[in-house]
């Protein structure tokens, strides 16, 4: 994919150079095709936490990196062509590599070009985002008050470091830019710190206090939320059409798939407490 990406950056290049060397007439207003735009939602998609869910961004022995997936904004030469195009346009990793490309604008007497940018995953539409809470189980702390004779107080001390992945649930091309637009979108729709992996610091606690009577096991359990983000990726074949000054983008070959994908939320734990007269 880079190298796809390097030759495509000489091509353009090439027509930087040979574009502005002469005059044409001016060229007869041509009807831009539609643009396809995202739908707006007004509903409040953010999901709600429970109770039993506590930040540890704080307590954490780990410091995991903040994710921050920021729409990239087009430049106003990316924006132009994007808006030329008939399918919408979200991939990041296109729209940087639009951003760095220039043409000039300078026009040519018969210039006709059409350069294949190759295949890319365009956008991507999220049908549902869905917490699981107990998505995957990172520490058990234990006592054993069966002998006894007053409540034991426990409390939460992971014991140790804990690496939660997350990721598509089958694989897809350019799974890696799939990744970038569903971690976007989810980000955007559940309000939460999310990313597709996180880590559990060997040492982080919490105050809270949980008794255990006596004749009793005290079982806490520690577990990794998730997303479940579900949605549809749509792909295509992208060509930058040059005519006389003209600029525009033609997407063909269009294809959509249904993808799934885990993403952990970071820096949060679900704990759920149990107190039992026999072993567990």
Known sequence: MKLMRTALMVILAFFVATTGLHAETTPKKESKPKTEKAPKSTQDTSVKIPNSVLNIAKENTYPNSTQDQPYLQPSEWSQE???TSNVRIENPNLIRMLNESTVNKAPTIGLRATIYLGEWPLNYASTETSPNWEYQKVNTNYFDNRGGKSNYQIHY???AQKVVKGGLTAKVP?????EKMMLIKAMDKSKLPLAFQTIVGAGTKKDQVYNISP???GYLYAYAPAI?????VTY?????VMKGTKRSIVVKNVTSQGVGAWIPVQDHVHFGFMASETPR
Do not use: C, P, S, T
Request: glycine residues 8%.
């Open 81 to 83: 062509l994007i808006e």
């Open 157 to 159: 001390v992971q014991e």
């Open 174 to 178: 350019h799974a890696d830019d799939v």
């Open 215 to 217: 004749k009793r096991l």
């Open 228 to 232: 479940n983000e579900k949605g549809k």
């Open 236 to 240: 295509g074949e992208v060509f930058l």
